[in-house]
């Protein structure tokens, strides 16, 4: 049986059963996972924003806690996802056995990565949605256009669970997971217009990062939120996302199956 | 006390229409099954056909090819070529609807070590649609089955090999499976733990299940199997009922005999058939007595032991004592 890395895979309301299965696991233990989300922004808060912020004057017009702010957010929204679909599928796929244990049921594998990539995105809602209350409180982002992070995070969350899901897919191992963590999502975090403009990398990086850095986009929009200054981007953007993460969705779906059903 | 009724009230909400389907054709046909990886074939071409009702068992050294043939039932591993039905439905076409109607307790524990033994039956009922008012009384029903009421809210980590087993025999049941697929069901476990899970083997082949099961122990498919094959590099070398083959293949008896020239040559005076393994001669015989007492009387031998030849017997004779990896 020959299925190509583009093949359309058929679903049934079904992959909520496996978004379920995640989300009972995450509840169980929410106080620890509500936690990063509540902490984090005031960590990068105080030690960038209001301690390294302060040597600067203004950035693109406004104070440098106003500038990370939005960064911040979609930093979350790209961690909580990758992360979640890469560590932590891969412990489900490869060690628990979870996988295994779903597919002998009516679900097919197609609908339990599908399941999982709806999970990973429902991470980055969950997150982006605790954070916004935290830096809000220091009067950081206009109210209430940032609440449209809400609903985006969820499209940006998936995108970044379906690029976890690929390298999933192919890693050899565990460990091997350490390569796209520190080649890929660690230069996004610094160079994706995250802690400075986008304009200040040569110009080729510049293309490079809009190419091929999703965060980038990301950025560009929760500061579009943020700020409540929509930029003639802001479309552009979002057709990247969609188009970006429906490929990269396809090609998890298959990429897993491949590995897994031999 | 064990529950020898449980699921019986189950069972009873299966509609007679289901039941009718399952009545007309066999349960399992598989006509030349083959399942190959790129040069290695796994399954090369095997035939059989499992009845309604029948526990049917498939014996094998390591790597004979009983696991890829059980995921090509379950659905979960394509076929290569040949043809394979699970209640009349093709497994490449209609994996959802035999899906549906299997029960699986596979080789590798994969209990979900993120729940409690309760919540892993409430979870895998989830991807059955079972209407979760009806799951809970089914749930307690299960645990009393399998003898884990007390550890229902335990997690996984904390029960033993046994218990483990046991709970993955409760979530295979969830279903209310008319087929129950059983890959090595008592690997690894204490003699209790065994003798336990065959008890619910039995009680749920009574309940008109039908039960495929892998295993290497023979003692175990003896006791179990009203059916069995025997395979070996994919192939499939002898099918039949327990009994039967070991009387087929070897006779009512053994009689086993220190090796040495003068042994091999009485017995080859007396034309008994035997083999030899390392040191020691095994003869196949339905009458003990007069080989012990010619190996005694003709060759003045020390140690002989006489036993009721067993499927091992076959299964070593068949497939031969070289180790397997």
Known sequence: ?262 | MYSYTCCAAIYEHVSTSQREVVAIAPVIVAEDLRKQFDEFVAVDNVSFTVEEGEVFGFLGPNGAGKTTTMKMIQCVSPKTSGKLTVFGMDVTTQPREIKQLLGVVPQENNLDPDFTVFENLLVYSRYFDRPRAQVENMIAELLDFVQLREKQDKPIEQLSGGMKRRLILARALINTPRLLILDEPTIGLDPQARHLIWDKIKSLKAQGITVVLTTHYMDEAARLCDRLVIMDFGRILVDGKPDALVSEYIGTDIVDAEHNPRVIACLNRMGAKYDVWGDTVRVYTAHPQDVIAALLNDCGLGTITARAATLEDVFLKLTGKKLRE
């Not at chain 1, 992070?149 to 460990?175: D, R, S």
């Not at chain 1, 996004?188 to 986008?198: A, C, H, Q, R």
């Not at chain 1, 110009?203 to 939120?225: D, K, M, N, W």
């Open chain 1, 1 to 262: 049986m020959s299925r190509g890395y583009f093949t359309v895979p058929k679903l049934s309301s079904r992959v909520w059963k496996v978004w379920s299965r995640n989300r009972s696991v995450f509840m169980k233990t929410w106080r620890v996972n509500f936690f990063p989300p509540f902490v984090e922004p005031l960590l990068y808060l105080f030690a960038l924003g209001f301690g390294l912020g302060r040597y600067i004057e203004l950035i693109e017009g406004m104070s440098y806690p106003r500038f990370i702010a939005p960064a911040l957010i979609a930093i979350s929204i790209m961690n909580s996802a990758f992360f979640e679909c890469t560590y932590g599928s891969y412990v489900r796929m490869y060690y628990q056995k979870t996988f295994d244990a779903i597919i002998a049921t009516p679900l097919s594998i197609e609908e339990v990565i599908t399941g999982e990539l709806l999970w990973g995105a429902t991470r980055s809602l969950i997150y982006a949605t605790i954070m916004l209350p935290v830096i809000a409180a220091f009067g950081l982002i206009e109210l209430p256009d940032s609440l449209l992070i809400i609903p985006f995070a969820f499209l940006a969350g998936f995108l970044f669970a379906a690029i976890g899901m690929c390298f999933t897919a192919i890693t050899p191992n565990i460990n091997a997971l350490n390569y796209p963590a520190f080649l890929f999502i660690t230069p996004m975090f610094l160079f994706s217009g995250t802690f400075f403009p986008l304009e200040l990398l040569p110009q080729p990086l510049q293309y490079f990062a809009l190419a091929a850095l999703p965060l980038t986009h990301v950025v560009g929009i929760t500061r579009s939120l943020t700020l409540a200054e929509p930029s003639g981007f802001f479309v552009l953007h979002l057709v990247w996302i969609c188009v970006v993460s429906l490929v990269l969705f396809v090609l998890a779906v298959n990429l897993m199956r491949r590995r897994l059903i031999v």
